[in-house]
């Protein structure tokens, strides 16, 4: 089946760094949307991603999907402590919105 | 609060027993997901409903697991005779067809079988 895989697992960044994660697909991807998860708390969307080559920006936030669509990435400017979580990206079935999550990339940022 | 919500919050059953765990959606939203994740794991899709119908169901839920949604309203999904592996944090999401169709998950009900 369809594996979805983030690297990397884990990053520990300084408030004020640069960071990115990237989602790579085993699959031909049909639309990637971005979820973050709090610690404790429950996913919550960031944002879809559906041409490919397409690039998005909410404020610090650059999502970018793959000329391929078989990866995508996401990149955040000068982080802050409120970053800190899991961000994931999911595989959005075209019929269905079913996702497929990635594995996942767990953020912390130290002050 | 609109948003989606799940109940109970935690629940602790021992080995064998049955549970059922319910979700009300959003009440405009026609679709709505159920997924399970583990710790350190991304969510992994169960089954999904269009209004009452259950549409898809994944291959890896055994026979033991069963939802509903019964009126296109709230659903539940029941694990019956569970198994320590069955211990995870089950979401439930929901969603109206459309463009974006971003789902917007409840807070979890979590599984722990002893």
């Known amino acids: 089946g369809q594996q979805v895989m983030q690297i990397p697992q884990y990053q520990h960044v300084q408030e004020g760094e640069d960071f990115t994660t990237y989602c790579n697909s085993s699959t031909t991807l049909s639309n990637i949307q971005w979820y973050k998860q709090r610690p404790g708390g429950h996913p919550v969307f960031l944002i879809q991603?559906?041409?490919?080559?397409e690039v998005k920006k909410q404020k610090r936030l650059t999502f970018q999907f793959g000329e391929a669509k078989k990866n995508s990435s996401l990149h955040i400017t000068a982080t802050q402590t409120t970053d800190v979580g899991t961000y994931f990206c999911a595989d959005r079935s075209y019929n269905t919105d079913k996702l497929i999550f990635g594995t996942g990339t767990r953020l912390q940022v130290f002050p | 609060d609109t948003g989606v919500s799940q109940d109970p919050r935690h629940k602790i059953t021992k080995r064998g027993q049955n549970v059922t765990f319910r979700c009300d959606p959003i009440s405009e939203h026609n679709r709505l997901y159920w997924y399970r994740q583990t710790l350190g794991q991304g969510p992994e899709f169960l089954t999904y409903?269009?209004?009452?119908?259950?549409?898809?169901k994944s291959r890896l839920l055994s026979d033991r697991f069963s939802a509903e949604r019964p009126k296109g309203s709230f659903s539940t999904l029941e694990i019956q005779r569970t198994e320590q592996g069955d211990s995870a944090m089950y979401l439930c999401?929901?969603?109206?067809?459309?463009?974006?169709?971003?789902?917007?998950f409840g807070p979890g009900t979590r599984l722990t079988v002893t």
């Open positions: 409903f269009q209004n009452e119908a259950q549409l898809e």
């Open positions: 999401a929901s969603s109206r067809s459309g463009t974006e169709n971003e789902q917007y």
């Open positions: 991603l559906v041409k490919s080559g």
